[in-house]
């Protein structure tokens, strides 16, 4: 944000502002986008199973399907920004949702793993190009106190997006097959593009210098790291592969933080980092997410693997979790004109805390009925968090690194799913292996078929096979199910511990820094 922008932002009348109808058609646009992109981070939970069947993949394989593109997102996020402002806010945008477009298109022809892990990959880096500059579109495009009632609605239909798309997602697969969750794409993307020609809220700067060493160190890092997190529950913690990627991730990342710390135009100002409500809001997003999402993509399996549910019927199962969310969401923005950030935050984290327990006891016979209460539950607590959150994180700094503290914690939601998914993925094959150890002795079975059974439970591909019958994978794996339900209430409790101690009333920060001048 310019420091022009950011006077003109402060000294606006407090009265609400009467949009234009090309503002108004710019948020829909830009809120489109933003939906069509969040809807791909969730949508494959429901096709997870008939992806992994058709293509014959591993656990691991269904692992990066998920975390490819969340975590390209989250890594290139910052470098869009800086691309949109040196060549065009509107030009980045049109390219990310083509390249959004095609992507899926390659997606949904593609017939083995690694073609479609690649494309998910490149498709999460046209949703950060169409994320960063539709942003930095609306910034523009709104002056004044209407800005922040854009973004509100932004974030909100972003948000919900994450949680709309298993149920969509369901839709499809059973009507159409998985291939077209993600054809679905491409006329929606086509229409945004028409509709975008014209719009408001363009701006070039071509001032705005690059940092490619941190982009290389940042996206490097995470890639090595993430990978060697994914490959453990395949290889064993232990494995040179996985301790070379950590320790290699590790290395690269603070590499990226001295070139950071070093560079005349870093891509990341982490002086950003020592504003304590500011680290507080993007930890505090970071754990409730790889809680709350890296729940979804495996319940989602134990729905059509092991309760028999179609991939639709799989997606209805979800509208408890999904319609809470819907009205807690917004509600979460209103509730912080009565109660501090800290207050509506931990509230959030412990109530979806609570609702992850009953998940804890579940049986392979379970019922429905029975397990829907702690889903409301879970929806109404992963949906307060979301707004206040944000406002914590924008409000805890300037007014002129509004900007570049969007970029930041907005690239913590893709980051939180990929470290959510890969760790609780972990957390469940383990606990499979340790299910079917004592069933896998009784049999007359060499160790690479052994292990080669585990790989495909902890997958969700559930065959009856070397005398081990289906009603023992299905206990495997819902016992897995439990371990991860334990390790996302954990991340829950983490969230809420972080907001209390974290977070703080924008108005009593105001006030003490009053006091102190």
């Known amino acids: 944000m310019t420091e022009e922008s950011a006077t003109e932002s402060r000294d606006s009348p407090p009265q609400t502002e009467r949009w234009l109808p ?83 298109t ?14 998910r990959a490149l498709q999460g880096i046209s949703a950060a190009a169409l994320t960063s500059a539709g942003m930095a579109q609306l910034a523009a495009g709104f002056p004044g106190t209407g800005r922040a009632r854009a973004l509100g609605i932004y974030t909100t239909v972003a948000s919900l997006s994450f949680v709309i798309g298993p149920l969509l997602g369901g839709v499809l697969v059973d009507s159409a097959g998985w291939r077209w969750a993600f054809l679905i794409n491409l006329p929606l993307c086509l229409a945004v593009v028409a509709a975008s020609r014209g719009l408001p809220g363009d701006h070039r700067s071509t001032h705005r210098p690059m940092d490619p060493m941190g982009l290389l160190l940042s996206a490097a890092g995470l890639l090595v790291m993430t ?26 990342l603070a590499l990226f933080v001295m070139a950071e710390h070093r560079g005349r135009h870093p891509l990341l100002d982490l002086r950003l ?29 134990w729905f059509q693997q092991v309760r028999g549910y179609s991939a639709l019927q799989a997606g209805l199962a979800l509208l408890p979790i999904i319609l809470p969310f819907m009205v807690t969401a917004p509600l979460g923005a209103r509730l912080l004109k009565r109660f501090s950030t800290a207050s509506v935050t931990t509230a959030g984290s412990t109530i979806t805390a609570i609702g992850l327990l009953p998940l804890t006891t579940l049986h392979s016979d379970s019922s429905w009925l029975l397990l829907a209460p702690a889903l409301v539950v879970l929806g109404v607590g992963g949906g ?4 206040p959150v944000m406002s914590a994180a924008l409000g805890a700094v300037p007014a002129e690194q509004a900007g570049l503290a969007s970029g930041v914690a907005n690239s913590v939601r893709p980051l939180g799913i990929v470290v959510g998914v890969a760790v609780l993925g972990t957390v469940l094959a383990q606990r499979v292996s340790s299910s079917l150890q004592e069933p896998l002795a009784t049999v007359d079975i060499d160790g690479d078929a052994a292990s080669e059974i585990i790989h495909s439970v902890s997958a969700g591909r559930l065959e009856a096979t070397h005398g081990l019958s289906f009603q023992m994978l299905q206990d495997a794996y819902t016992s897995g199910l439990t371990s991860v339900a334990w390790g996302s209430a954990a991340l829950a409790a983490c969230s809420a511990l972080i907001a209390l101690l974290t977070l703080r009333n924008r108005s009593a920060q105001a006030q003490e820094e009053k006091h102190k001048a």
């Open 227 to 252: 990978y060697g997190v994914i490959a453990a529950p395949e290889r064993g913690w232990g494995s040179p592969l996985v301790v070379g990627c950590l320790i290699g991730g590790s290395v690269l």
């Open 106 to 119: 390659v997606i949904a022809l593609s017939q083995g793993e690694g073609v479609l892990v690649v494309a």
């Open 273 to 301: 980092f020592r504003v304590p409500a500011y680290s507080g809001a993007l930890l505090t997003l970071f754990t409730i997410v790889a809680s709350f999402f890296g729940l979804m993509m495996f319940l989602a399996i």
């Open 22 to 104: 090309a503002q108004k058609r710019l948020l829909a646009v830009v809120a489109a986008a933003a939906g069509i992109s969040g809807i791909d981070t969730t949508i494959v939970n429901v096709a997870l199973p008939h992806i992994g069947a058709d293509l014959k993949m591993s656990l691991a394989g269904l692992q990066w399907v998920v975390d490819a593109y969340s975590l390209l997102y989250g890594a290139v996020l910052l470098t869009a920004g800086v691309l949109a402002d040196r060549y065009g806010y509107r030009k980045l945008f049109t390219i990310g949702v083509i390249g959004f477009a095609l992507t899926s």
């Open 384 to 387: 307060l968090v979301q707004a």
